[in-house]
Nanobody, 125 residues
Framework: QFQVMESGGGSLVAGGSLRLSCTVS????????MGWFRQDQHQEQERERVSCIEWTGAYTYYSESVKDRFTISRDNDKNTLSLQMNSLNPEDARLYYC????????????????WGQGTQVTVSS
């Protein structure tokens, strides 16, 4: 059974940093593309693709809204995905989801995805 689990969310003041982590079980992490998505807490809008990293680590994607502030990384030995988030602002306050992707990172709206439960990030001004 596949399991994707996020951790590291929390509340902070604008300008601060936070690091999200994600662990995966039940699939071969080292050959799986991984990504981070986010959604407003009321889940009224489509999940926004924030960042993605190919299984090789050679290709990464960042949305324009987080580029130069967020860094995605993976440790294939520890089956762990991370997202370092710097210079956070209230616009970044969302529910963040880790995703194990059977689709390529270049796919803007992937459909073959295993989702985590989400971790809340709250940023106050």
């Amino acid at each position: 059974q596949f399991q994707v689990m996020e951790s590291g969310g929390g509340s902070l003041v604008a300008g601060g940093s936070l690091r999200l982590s994600c662990t995966v079980s039940g699939l071969t992490f080292k050959t799986t593309n991984m990504g981070w998505f986010r959604q407003d807490q009321h889940q009224e809008q489509e999940r926004e693709r924030v960042s993605c990293i190919e299984w090789t680590g050679a290709y990464t994607y960042y949305s324009e809204s987080v580029k130069d502030r967020f860094t995605i990384s993976r440790d294939n030995d520890k089956n762990t995905l991370s997202l370092q988030m710097n210079s956070l602002n209230p616009e970044d306050a969302r529910l963040y989801y880790c995703a194990a992707l059977l689709d390529a990172c270049t796919t803007s709206s992937p459909t073959r995805v295993y989702w985590g439960q989400g971790t809340q990030v709250t940023v106050s001004s």
